[in-house]
Structures are given as C-alpha cells and as structure tokens.
T-cell receptor, first 113, second 117 residues
Framework: KNQVEQSPQSLIILEGKNCTLQ??????????LRWYKQDTGRGPVSLTI?????NTKSNGRYTATLDADTKQSSLHITASQLSDSASYIC????????????FGGGTRLMVKP | GAVVSQHPSWVICKSGTSVKIECRSL??????MFWYRQFPKQSLMLMAT?????????EQGVEKDKFLINHASLTLSTLTVTSAHPEDSSFYIC?????????????FGPGTRLTVL
C-alpha cells in the first residue's frame, strides 16, 4: 500500500532558527516528490518538485533533499520567519496511470517571535 | 502562470440545500481536475477525478449522487454538494493537472470553506 509518513506532526521554533521536516514514503513505482506549504484556510502551494534523479533542490530559504534508495526526503527551512507558520505537506506521485498522489499527513510548523 | 481559482471562497447554507463550487484554471487548459476534501488538522483526501467531457471517477466511499461533478470545459469543473448536511461541512479544494518542469503537476485552488447549518 502506498504511504507517506511525515515527522514531526507539529513543531514550534523561534523566529530566525532553522528546522528540518522529514518525509518517508513507500510509493512504488516512484515518479516524483513534492513539498507543499499550506497556510490555514488556503490551498497548498508548491515549494519544490523532485524526480528520481534529483537529490537536492532549493527554493529560497527552502531546501529539499531526496534519497530515492532509502525513500526519504527532508525539507530544510533556513532562518525561519513568522510567515513560515503553516502546514508542510509531502506528496508523492507514482508512475502509474491517473497521476494519483499520495499525501503525507503534514507537519504543522509554528514560528514564534 | 498555472493559477487555479475557486468560487466561492466560503459559503454558509442551510441543511437540505445544494451548493455549487467552481474550479477554474485561469491560464492553462486542464483536461483533468481533482476534488479534495480536508477536515481540520487532517491532510487532503481525494474525492474524485474529473475528466473533461466524461464522467468523473469517484474514490471509494464518496457518493456520486451527493457530490455531482461536471467538467464542462478545459478550464472549468464544478462540484455540487446536493442536499447538504452539517457533516458535509469541510474545506473543499480542487486542483488542475498541468505541466511543470516537464512533469505533470497538480496546481491547487485556494479552497472553499463550506459550513452547513
């Protein structure tokens, strides 16, 4: 069964600090992995997209890594800001028909001043 | 580019009434759109896949007669919640399938908050 597990479920950090969110998946065959940021009451917004051959990708203060062998990904946030408070969702796409996505449960990040 | 809009952004209705939610891809054509439901503090749950010009494919446990989906054009899909009840209160999010970095990508709308009284 395709699954995506994220940890931690929630995280509180102080403004300016760094943090790393984890994502483990069992989706097979694997196509790509995305990290989304979802603000409360809004739709998810894509941060990064990574395919099998990519093992790191940055988008500003966000850096995602992918280890396709161990089926793990991480999202590192540098110099956190109050506006980073949101849910971060790891979404894995399998290379099968229908472009179906498997969603992780998300990590709820709160950045405090 | 790749903007998806939803209308309305929030709606309150009485139990027993029907509510229509629109999902539009503003700057690209999408043959496939998806409808999700999200309860508080939970992740998105796929309800159905909508293909332009054909019937939607519903996930197990989702009543097709209650959640009517119409994908009438390459830029518009609608979800109608018929005879809404308080348990249908949720955050409904659509996505449209587009292309990003040569990879099929779902672009999400901002969501519609439905409250059934």
């Amino acid at each position: 069964k395709n699954q995506v597990e994220q940890s931690p479920q929630s995280l509180i950090i102080l403004e300016g600090k760094n943090c790393t969110l984890q994502c483990n998946y069992t989706v097979s065959p694997f196509s790509n992995l995305r990290w989304y940021k979802q603000d409360t009451g809004r739709g998810p917004v894509s941060l990064t997209i990574m395919t099998f051959s990519e093992n790191t990708k940055s988008n500003g203060r966000y850096t995602a890594t992918l280890d396709a062998d161990t089926k793990q990904s991480s999202l590192h946030i540098t110099a956190s800001q109050l506006s980073d408070s949101a849910s971060y969702i790891c979404v894995v796409s399998g290379s099968n028909a229908g472009n179906m996505l498997t969603f992780g449960g998300g990590t709820r990040l709160m950045v405090k001043p | 580019g790749a903007v998806v809009s939803q209308h309305p952004s929030w709606v309150i209705c009485k139990s027993g009434t029907s509510v229509k939610i629109e999902c539009r891809s503003l700057d690209f054509q999408a043959t496939t759109m998806f409808w999700y439901r999200q309860f508080p503090k939970q992740s998105l749950m796929l309800m159905a896949t909508s293909n332009e010009g054909s019937k939607a494919t519903y996930e197990q446990g989702v009543e097709k007669d209650k959640f009517l989906i119409n994908h009438a054009s390459l830029t518009l899909s609608t979800l109608t919640v018929t005879s809404a009840h308080p348990e249908d209160s949720s955050f409904y999010i659509c996505s449209a399938l587009g292309l990003a970095e040569r990879t099929d990508t779902q672009y999400f709308g901002p969501g519609t908050r439905l409250t059934v009284l």
